[in-house]
């Protein structure tokens, strides 16, 4: 019999980044919650963690239009949100994000009740703009660093590995942050990010799943259940790589048009400020130089006084694919950028090759035909790390390889620790060789999606999707002569095998 579950809910009202003030703890109030965290295809990328949760509400306090309650004003979308389990003296972190919406509803006791609805913060990451500089001999780790820097993302809410790959160059122009740090863990191959249940943005290197020891063995989950996906099969694999090229002299990069851009006096109005977007990727940008770079007029059409001593540059910043210019307007009427140039930006231009940036590579007896995966590495021109990347996923997606989704519901403290320390990327190891029906699986998984629900008399139900370890990537980039097996060990199998692992690098 395991023993019970203590489930926390607290709701930071007040805004103020923690959960110690009145009425903040809500876990007297709740009634049942669920999450889910993951990914339902291996190509895809890990989506937003979402949560539910119904307290109780007979005395009103989570009405959010109750002028009389003690938390009236507070009850809004965006305020942060977290439940946790504690099990044995052990808390376990099973959900941190940000409410999305209230519902007023009632149970089926007929008791008033409020359920609200949260996503972690992937989706808070979707808002806002990055804008980063040019970004030279990096590690994806030192990529991700900079963006949250930018953003102000609080390092302890960050749990990084260090690369194993570096990109020559990257930036990031007006991108959102989570396209952002998507844009910067893809080029790891493969790579994961992830938000914990902690509300870590959580990145994982590619050696990661094959370093891991096994989290837990499952021999008799309540259900168990195969999904085969036409996804998950290829028999051509097309990866292209980013092919950025450095120009050897400075250029223009970048033109004002149409000409006749209004500077008002002084620098404060935001009509002073020009943004500018780059079509080529910019190194080492020249602030604008009057006459050189810029010119004014004192009529929009041009035909007026020259006005181009009476304008300077209060300010000029520059990103890798675009800045800011602030003019600092000194006459005592509107001005006109106009003439040749009106403005411009100069710097040396990272372009795109036009070669062909393509790697080809098909499947060894494919099961399917005419489905081609097609991918690109914007930010990556290591081509031997790309060619080999593609042939084993070329392997790995032209056989059919299991894909079990477990029902567990913990029998027994054990059970119970198992399932409350589960988290997207463990290792486990599946067996159901023996009992009625088996489906002779005895293979190594990773948890690649997550459910988990508490229910009335704290009962936990949970269900995890998993991917075999070969589809999951937690066979690839691990080589080693040590004898006996365990992250350091890598079995070379003879070319007639079915199993083992495959040296892609």
Not at 84 to 91: D, K, L, Q, Y
Not at 202 to 209: A, L, V
């Amino acid at each position: 019999m395991a023993v019970p579950v203590a489930v926390n809910c607290y709701i930071d009202w007040n805004n103020d980044a923690d959960f110690s003030d009145a009425n903040e703890d809500v876990s007297t109030y709740l009634l049942a919650a669920s999450v889910r965290r993951g990914r339902t295809s291996v190509n895809d990328e890990f989506a937003p963690g979402s949560m539910q949760v119904e307290l109780l509400n007979t005395d009103g306090l989570f009405s959010p239009f109750n002028s009389s309650g003690a938390l009236y004003g507070n009850i809004l979308p965006g305020r942060a949100i977290k439940l946790e389990a504690v099990h044995s003296a052990v808390t376990y972190p099973v959900f941190y994000g940000y409410i999305t919406d209230f519902q007023q509803a009632r149970t089926p006791a007929d008791r008033p009740s409020v359920v609200i609805n949260a996503l972690d913060a992937f989706d808070v990451l979707r808002f806002g703009e990055v804008r980063t500089a040019l970004l030279e001999s990096k590690r994806v780790d030192e990529l991700l660093t900079s963006i949250l820097d930018s953003i102000g993302w609080s390092a302890t809410l960050r749990d990084l590995d260090t690369a194993v790959q570096t990109c020559e160059r990257f930036w990031q122009y007006r991108s959102n942050p989570l396209a952002a740090l998507r844009a910067a863990a893809k080029q790891e191959l493969p790579g994961q990010l992830f938000m914990s249940p902690a509300g870590k943005v959580t990145f994982r290197n590619r050696n990661y799943r094959s370093a891991q020891p096994v989290y837990a063995t499952i021999t008799g989950p309540q259900a168990f259940g195969f999904t085969v996906r036409r996804s998950d099969f290829y028999d051509e694999i097309h990866h292209s790589r980013a092919g950025l090229v450095e120009d050897s002299s400075v250029t223009t990069l970048f033109t004002l048009s149409p000409q006749g851009r209004i500077l008002m006096p002084g620098n404060t109005d935001p009509r002073n400020t020009v943004y500018f977007d780059l079509s080529t990727g910019g190194k080492n940008l020249v602030s604008p130089v009057a006459v050189t770079d810029y010119n004014a007029n004192s009529a929009a059409d041009g035909s007026g006084t020259d006005k181009t001593a009476q304008v300077a540059v209060q300010s000029f910043t520059a990103y890798g694919g675009g800045g800011v210019v602030v003019f600092d307007n000194l006459d005592s009427s509107p001005v006109y950028l106009w003439g040749t140039p009106a403005l411009q930006v100069r710097g040396t231009a990272i372009r795109r090759s036009t070669d062909e940036r393509t790697i080809e590579v098909g499947g060894s007896a494919p099961l399917v035909s005419g489905q081609v995966l097609t991918d690109a590495f914007d930010w990556l021109d290591d081509v031997s790390a790309i060619d080999g990347y593609a042939h084993y996923r070329a392997a790995q997606l032209a056989i059919q390889q299991p894909r079990p989704t477990i029902r567990l519901i913990p029998a027994d403290d054990s059970e119970m620790a198992t399932v409350l320390g589960a988290d997207l990327s463990k290792k486990v190891t599946v067996t159901n060789t023996t009992g009625l029906y088996p489906t002779q699986v005895n293979e190594d998984f990773f948890i690649e999606s997550m459910q988990i629900s508490f229910s009335p008399g704290v009962l936990v139900d949970c269900q995890w999707g998993l991917f075999h370890k070969d589809l999951a990537g937690g066979s690839f980039f691990r080589i080693s002569g040590a004898a006996g097996g365990g992250a350091d060990y890598s079995q070379i199998a003879a070319a007639a095998a079915t199993t083992g692992d495959r040296i892609a690098y």
